[in-house]
């Protein structure tokens, strides 16, 4: 075979082999197609928009979809800038920052704005990611586009509707407070002329008017409080502070005022406690005294003749955790069956099928189920209308590891203990004064009235007080205002505490209050024993020392914040003002947890605008209590969130200031104990 015959045939292969090759070319670009066509197919049928853009956002590749979204052509679109012919100012600049993760090769979800052809806008969510070639570089952009606008326009409503019940809820939050105040200031003064006539030995028949006069001016009380407790907590403001306390006190202490109340009836009251509980326990004892007040109060409406007994076990422990059942039963006419579905209502209550007879059980048991529930119990109720009734509470508290101490100080030493205190009683209603002053003579109290916040700054300039009664709303100048001026360090009674007396009892009103140093929160009307366990409460039953006694007096003990917090903010914003600064560490402990589940939950679920608006919220708290590294850090995060971070990266980001924010509540947990242990030692101002 020669070498020509040789070439022919290796021509002839190669030429075969080049028409193989070539036949496979087409059979995988007709695949390649097909695949293309069932992938643009699907998007079609998806109603999403593909756009791909290269590095100078110019469009090299649009599906029909995305026209039919944006009412151009292919034609419109092809080699024009993506931004410049569909962006608004807003997503504009977002589109900009979106490039920036494109280049690092990360993909992203994120909401924007498109502009129709039309003119109109409508929102898009945006499945962005970058296009590599085979070198690996980045050369484009290719962006899913899914219409938004019907859901973006719900959320507005619904944002829309949320602010609307805020601001419903708000009004009705002033027309309580308006109408407490209204209804509790000569509630009041009933209140306290009953009593101060009552002490004066009066005849059998004028005691018998006055204990029945007392019997329902309590009663219009409990109402007022009753209508107030629900609005605080069906808006979240009813907190529950915990602290250590003495079962057995508290259960003795209601025992003795129920047995008060029901002597001379043909009622048997008995009371039994678990003996396994021998220490005291960590929990809220004012939400538990207010829950079995409620039930005996429930309890008493319904039964004319028998028994009331309060039974609390101990059904289980684990830990320092210990599960108690309250249960409170009675022999009385029971409840009807039909009722028991509503009976926790507090739309209606089982009254109405009495027609009245039983008076007062009101929301009573409504507030009862919700404070229960606030601190994670439960409560039920068995009845029979012919042997009576049993609710049973279920509570869980920790075990205090302090042992139990039944030693309780009685009326007279706490009258004994107050007497020669120096008291500046800052009040506008003459009967209230009158009230106030039958009882402050009563404990060998001096004081001196102001009729307004005016009158008592000038006072507090003059002479060394032990404590402030201050009412709140007044002429001239408001208790607000006066407390301000009062609490300056120029003044002689800089650190005195100041008692605020109010006709309302919101959680808003008390808070404000401590926002402005005021130490105490008087509810009016109050009974003589509320107002002499806060007078001894905030005096300790020790006088102020003369002379005056000033910062300078003081300064070597002074308190001082640990490291971990901003100590020369700390110091200027709160002057040295150790309790008004627990009071803003509790404050802030209070709404930390909560508020960080929220952000938490924004962040998980990707909701940009939710999580901008939870830091928005909670950020200035951090400056108050002294973490102003945190509070810059929290202000920065906020503002990067849509620009900078969006989609799976905001979880990601948001991990250390996470860890950040929990160890900053473990921190402040502490500094306040810390502060507390401090006030409790420097009580006397000497």
Known sequence: MTELDKLKIQLAEERAARQAAEGLLATAQLVIQRREKRFLDIFERMQVGLVEVDNDGLVVMVSPAFCSLTGYSIEDLMGKSAVDVLATPASAVRVKKQKKFREQKLATNYESQIRRKDGTIIWVMISGAPVVNEQGKVVGSLGLHLDITESKKLQEELQTARELAVAAQKAE??????????????????????????????????????????????????????????????????????????????????????????????IEFKLKVDTKIENQLFGDPKLLNQILLNLLSTAEKFTTEGLIEINVQEISRACRRVDLLFEITDTGSGIPHQDIASIFQSSRTAADSYNGKYEGLGIGLAIIKKLVEQQGGSIEVETDEITGTRFCVYLSYMDSGIPLDAKVDATDQLEKSIEGLRVLVVEDNRINIQYLGNLLKGWKVTFEVALNGLEAVNKSKEQIFDIVLMDLQMPVMNGYEATREILRES????????????????????????????????????????????????????????????????????????????????????????????????????????????????????????????????????????????????????????LEISGAALQHKFASLDENIELSIIRAEVELLRMKEWIKKSKSYS
């Open 173 to 266: 939050t002033q027309f309580l407070a308006n109408l407490s105040h209204e209804l509790r200031t000569p509630v009041n003064a009933v209140l306290g002329m009953a009593h101060l006539l009552n002490e004066r030995s009066p005849q059998e028949h004028q005691h018998e008017l006055l204990e029945s006069l007392m019997h329902s001016a309590e009663l219009l009380r409990s109402l007022l409080s009753d209508v107030i407790d629900i609005s605080n907590i069906n808006a979240g403001t009813q907190p529950v502070r915990i602290d250590s306390f003495n079962l057995f006190d508290l259960l003795e202490r209601q025992a003795s005022s129920f047995r008060a109340s029901i002597a001379g009836r043909p």
């Open 491 to 642: 003044n002689p009674n800089w650190s005195t505490p100041i008692i605020a007396l109010t006709a309302s009892a919101l959680a808003s009103e008390k808070k404000k209050a401590a926002e402005h140093g005021m130490v105490g929160f008087l509810t009016k009307p109050y009974t003589p024993a509320s107002l002499l366990e806060n007078l001894t409460k905030y005096t300790n039953g020790e006088r102020r020392s003369l002379p005056l006694v000033t910062p300078e007096v003081l300064k070597g003990q002074k308190f001082v914040f640990s490291d971990h917090f901003d100590k020369a903010y700390l110091q200027t914003f709160y002057d040295g003002d150790i309790e008004y600064a627990s009071e803003m560490f509790e404050m802030f402990l209070e709404e930390g947890t909560e508020s960080l589940k929220a952000i938490r939950e924004a962040v998980k679920a990707q909701n940009e605008e939710k999580t901008r608006s939870e830091i928005h919220k909670i950020k200035p708290a951090f400056s108050m209590i002294g973490f102003t590294k945190l509070w810059k850090n929290l202000e920065e995060f906020e503002h990067r969130v849509g």
